[in-house]
Nanobody, 122 residues
Framework: QVQLVESGGGLVQAGGSLRLSCAASGRTFSNYAMAWFRQAPGKEREFVAGVSWSGISTRYADSVKGRFTLSRDNAKNTVPLQMNSLKPEDTAVYYC???????????????WGQGTQVTVSS
């Protein structure tokens, strides 16, 4: 089993930046595809970004392309999400997810973190 813990959320003004981190524990962390999802009140959980187990292949939701950068550090067992040029519509609870297979854009992952709140004020 993989345990995921998100951190780095908070309150930021529009145009500002935040750096989220997903800390993962488990014997086979390096073999897991990792992804970030977010969910705003009254909305479905939506895909934000994902990275393959190799760290080479990444994909982003259209709404965050050019603003968010996802990477992974297998040595530290962390998956940072750098969020720049934040907009009020980025406000949501952000969840880290892990799966043994490839990155998918639907919330069909084996493991989930508890989430971290990101609030962007206008």
């Amino acid at each position: 089993q993989v345990q995921l813990v998100e951190s780095g959320g908070g309150l930021v003004q529009a145009g500002g930046s935040l750096r989220l981190s997903c800390a993962a524990s488990g014997r086979t962390f390096s073999n897991y595809a990792m992804a970030w999802f977010r969910q705003a009140p009254g909305k479905e959980r939506e895909f934000v970004a994902g990275v393959s187990w190799s760290g080479i292949s990444t994909r982003y939701a259209d709404s965050v392309k050019g603003r968010f950068t996802l990477s992974r550090d297998n040595a530290k067992n962390t998956v940072p999400l750098q969020m720049n040029s934040l907009k009020p519509e980025d406000t949501a609870v952000y969840y880290c997810a892990a799966d043994r297979r490839r990155v998918v854009v639907t919330p069909d992952y084996e493991h989930w973190g508890q989430g971290t709140q990101v609030t962007v004020s206008s």
